[in-house]
C-alpha cells in the first residue's frame, strides 16, 4: 500500500497526538479516582471511573489498529525529520520523528545539541521539552555504510505557555476578590505577581502554590477592577477585569426566650429583634427544618408548637441585594409529655389544699358570751385591721409558691412577679390579687368579710391553674 508522504506524515504526528492524549486521560482519570469523599454516615467515597477506564481501553484499542494500518504503508523513502506540534510551547513534551531507511544510527541535533532517538523499522522518534521561548534549529544525521546524510532542517519558535485568570468577588461586611492564575493545561501558575487595579488603588498579590490569591478591598461605589499578570520568562501575561460593588450590611437577628420547658403541644411564644432596624423577610427553622416564615422589622415574635424531645430554634435571613445573609442564635427548648392522670391527682390535692387555706385563712375568732346571752348576728365588716392579715396572707402564699414554682429569685417583687406571667390563663387573677395586696399593704384599706372571701378565691384558682398549666 502507498501513500503520499505529505499524507503519511500527517497520519504519523495524529497517532503522536492520540498516544499523548489517551496519556493524559490515563492520567487525569488516577486524579479523579484518588479523590477521597466523607459520606452522611461518615464513610469514605470515592469517584467511580470504571466506565470511562473501560471506554478509554476502547479507544487505546482502535489506536493500536490505526497504528498497524499505518505500518503496512509503505514509508517514505526520503531522510527526513518532523515535529508533533510546528509552534510548541516552553517547558512542553513533545514528539520529534522521522524516517531513516538504510541508516545504521540515527541523531538528533536541537540548537547544536545531540541526542539519541529511539530507531526501529526505518523511523526514529524522540520526545523532547524545550527549556526556553525563542527560535530551535532541530535536523537528524543519519550514518550507513556509505557515509553520514543529513535531513531536511527545521525552524521551531517556542513561546510561552498561555495564562487565563478566573476571579470573583465575595460581598459580605468586606468586599474579598478571590480567584486562580491558570496556565494552558488548568494547572495553578506558582509564586508569581498580580496586580488589582481598582480606581485609584493598587492592590499587589502574589499567588500560592496552587496560584490561589485572594485580598479585601475598600469599595464605597461600584467601580470596576482589573486583574492584571504581566508574565514571565515562561508564562504569558493575562489579565480580568471585574466589576466591584460596596460591602453588604449584616443585620444581626436574636431571639429571646426564658420560659424553660414546655408541654408537648403548647403554644410557645419567641420574640426577638433584628437590628439594624430595616425590615427583612426570616424563615423560622425547627430542628433545622423550616417551620414558618414571617416579615420582621425590629422586635417581633413568632409562636410555635412543639412534639416531644429536644428541640433548637432559630432564625434566618438569606440576604438581599442590599444586605447578606444571617442567622440568629438557637433556642433550645424541650417538651415533655402530658400525664392526665398525674394532672387529675395534683388537681385534687391543690382543691384540698385550697380548701383548708380558705377556711384557715377565714376563720373567725368566737366571741365571747355568758351563757345566759344569746350572741348577736355578726356584722359584715371586720374591725378597723381585722381583715388585712387575710388579703396579705393569700397573697403571700401566691407569691411563695409562684416563685417556688417557677424558681424564680426571691428579690423578685410583686409588679415583677406580675409582669413575668403576662399572657398566662392567671394573669388577670394575679393581677386583682396584686393590686387587693398593695392597697392593703400600702394603702391601709379596710377589706371587708365578703372581699376577703374573694381574695381567697383568687388566690385559689391562681395555684391551680399554675399546676395545671405549667406543671404538666
Request: hydrophobic share 40%; aromatic share 10%; proline share 5%.
Given at each position: 500500500?502507498?501513500?503520499?508522504?505529505?499524507?503519511?506524515?500527517?497520519?504519523?504526528?495524529?497517532?503522536?497526538?492520540?498516544?499523548?492524549?489517551?496519556?493524559?486521560?490515563?492520567?487525569?482519570?488516577?486524579?479523579?479516582?484518588?479523590?477521597?469523599?466523607?459520606?452522611?454516615?461518615?464513610?469514605?467515597?470515592?469517584?467511580?471511573?470504571?466506565?470511562?477506564?473501560s471506554r478509554l481501553e476502547g479507544v487505546e484499542s482502535l489506536l493500536s489498529d490505526y497504528r498497524r494500518i499505518l505500518e503496512s504503508v509503505e514509508a517514505p523513502s526520503n531522510f527526513s525529520v518532523f515535529i508533533s506540534k510546528p509552534n510548541p510551547m516552553v517547558?512542553?513534551?513533545?514528539?520529534?520523528?522521522?524516517?531513516?531507511?538504510?541508516?545504521?544510527?540515527?541523531?538528533?541535533?536541537?540548537?547544536?545539541?545531540?541526542?539519541?532517538?529511539?530507531?526501529?523499522?526505518?523511523?526514529?522518534?524522540?520526545?523532547?521539552?524545550?527549556?526556553?521561548?525563542?527560535?530551535?534549529?532541530?535536523?537528524?544525521?543519519?550514518?550507513?555504510?556509505?557515509?553520514?546524510?543529513?535531513?531536511?532542517?527545521?525552524?521551531?519558535?517556542?513561546?510561552?505557555?498561555?495564562?487565563?485568570?478566573?476571579?470573583?468577588?465575595?460581598?459580605?461586611?468586606?468586599?474579598?476578590?478571590?480567584?486562580?492564575?491558570?496556565?494552558?493545561?488548568?494547572?495553578?501558575?506558582?509564586?508569581?505577581?498580580?496586580?488589582?487595579?481598582?480606581?485609584?488603588?493598587?492592590?499587589?498579590?502574589?499567588?500560592?502554590?496552587?496560584?490561589?490569591?485572594?485580598?479585601?478591598?475598600?469599595?464605597?461605589?461600584?467601580?470596576?477592577?482589573?486583574?492584571?499578570?504581566?508574565?514571565?520568562?515562561?508564562?504569558?501575561?493575562?489579565?480580568?477585569?471585574?466589576?466591584?460593588?460596596?460591602?453588604?450590611?449584616?443585620?444581626?437577628?436574636?431571639?429571646?426566650?426564658?420560659?424553660?420547658?414546655?408541654?408537648?403541644?403548647?403554644?410557645?411564644?419567641?420574640?426577638?429583634?433584628?437590628?439594624?432596624?430595616?425590615?427583612?423577610?426570616?424563615?423560622?427553622?425547627?430542628?433545622?427544618?423550616?417551620?414558618?416564615?414571617?416579615?420582621?422589622?425590629?422586635?417581633?415574635?413568632?409562636?410555635?408548637?412543639?412534639?416531644?424531645?429536644?428541640?433548637?430554634?432559630?432564625a434566618y435571613f438569606p440576604g438581599s441585594g442590599e444586605l447578606q445573609a444571617s442567622r440568629s442564635n438557637v433556642v433550645q427548648i424541650t417538651a415533655t409529655p402530658i400525664s392526665y392522670t398525674l394532672r387529675f391527682l395534683l388537681l385534687l390535692l391543690f382543691l384540698?389544699?385550697?380548701?383548708?387555706?380558705?377556711?384557715?385563712?377565714?376563720?373567725?375568732?368566737?366571741?365571747?358570751?355568758?351563757?345566759?346571752?344569746?350572741?348577736?348576728?355578726?356584722?359584715?365588716?371586720?374591725?378597723?385591721?381585722?381583715?388585712?392579715?387575710?388579703?396579705?396572707?393569700?397573697?403571700?402564699?401566691?407569691?411563695?409558691?409562684?416563685?417556688?414554682?417557677?424558681?424564680?429569685?426571691?428579690?423578685?417583687?410583686?409588679?415583677?412577679?406580675?409582669?413575668?406571667?403576662?399572657?398566662?390563663?392567671?394573669?388577670?387573677?394575679?393581677?386583682?390579687?396584686?393590686?387587693?395586696?398593695?392597697?392593703?399593704?400600702?394603702?391601709?384599706?379596710?377589706?371587708?368579710?365578703?372581699?376577703?372571701?374573694?381574695?381567697?378565691?383568687?388566690?385559689?384558682?391562681?395555684?391551680?391553674?399554675?399546676?395545671?398549666?405549667?406543671?404538666?
Open positions: 500500500m502507498a501513500m503520499d508522504d505529505a499524507d503519511y506524515v500527517n497520519a504519523r504526528n495524529s497517532l503522536i497526538l492520540m498516544e499523548v492524549g489517551i496519556s493524559s486521560c490515563r492520567e487525569a482519570l488516577l486524579s479523579i479516582s484518588s479523590v477521597a469523599l466523607v459520606g452522611e454516615n461518615n464513610e469514605t467515597l470515592h469517584l467511580d471511573v470504571r466506565e470511562l477506564s517547558l512542553e513534551n513533545i514528539t520529534i520523528f522521522g524516517y531513516a531507511p538504510n541508516m545504521s544510527a540515527v541523531l538528533v541535533m536541537v540548537n547544536g545539541t545531540l541526542y539519541t532517538p529511539e530507531v526501529a523499522n526505518g523511523t526514529f522518534r524522540l520526545v523532547y521539552t524545550f527549556p526556553q521561548t525563542g527560535e530551535y534549529e532541530i535536523y537528524a544525521v543519519g550514518v550507513n555504510a556509505s557515509g553520514s546524510f543529513r535531513s531536511n532542517v527545521l525552524t521551531v519558535n517556542v513561546s510561552r505557555i498561555p495564562t487565563r485568570i478566573v476571579a470573583e468577588e465575595n460581598l459580605g461586611e468586606t468586599v474579598t476578590i478571590s480567584g486562580y492564575l491558570l496556565d494552558y493545561w488548568g494547572r495553578g501558575v506558582s509564586r508569581v505577581p498580580i496586580e488589582l487595579v481598582a480606581g485609584d488603588e493598587v492592590y499587589r498579590l502574589v499567588t500560592s502554590p496552587e496560584g490561589f490569591f485572594n485580598t479585601t478591598v475598600n469599595v464605597s461605589s461600584e467601580v470596576n477592577a482589573t486583574l492584571i499578570f504581566r508574565g514571565s520568562p515562561y508564562y504569558a501575561p493575562s489579565n480580568a477585569t471585574l466589576l466591584l460593588l460596596p460591602a453588604k450590611l449584616k443585620p444581626t437577628i436574636r431571639l429571646f426566650y426564658d420560659g424553660g420547658s414546655v408541654r408537648t403541644g403548647d403554644t410557645v411564644t419567641i420574640t426577638g429583634k433584628v437590628s439594624p432596624d430595616v425590615a427583612v423577610p426570616l424563615v423560622i427553622y425547627v430542628d433545622d427544618s423550616p417551620y414558618t416564615t414571617l416579615n420582621a422589622r425590629g422586635e417581633f415574635s413568632f409562636q410555635v408548637q412543639l412534639s416531644e424531645g429536644e428541640h433548637r430554634i432559630y384540698l389544699a385550697a380548701g383548708v387555706a380558705y377556711k384557715f385563712l377565714t376563720k373567725e375568732k368566737p366571741a365571747k358570751t355568758s351563757p345566759e346571752t344569746v350572741p348577736e348576728k355578726a356584722g359584715v365588716e371586720f374591725e378597723a385591721g381585722s381583715a388585712k392579715p387575710d388579703v396579705l396572707r393569700a397573697y403571700r402564699v401566691v407569691y411563695r409558691f409562684l416563685r417556688r414554682f417557677y424558681s424564680l429569685p426571691p428579690s423578685m417583687t410583686p409588679r415583677e412577679l406580675l409582669e413575668r406571667f403576662r399572657g398566662e390563663p392567671f394573669h388577670d387573677d394575679l393581677a386583682e390579687l396584686t393590686g387587693m395586696h398593695e392597697r392593703s399593704l400600702y394603702g391601709r384599706v379596710r377589706f371587708g368579710l365578703s372581699e376577703a372571701f374573694w381574695a381567697v378565691k383568687r388566690a385559689s384558682r391562681v395555684i391551680i391553674t399554675a399546676i395545671v398549666r405549667d406543671e404538666l
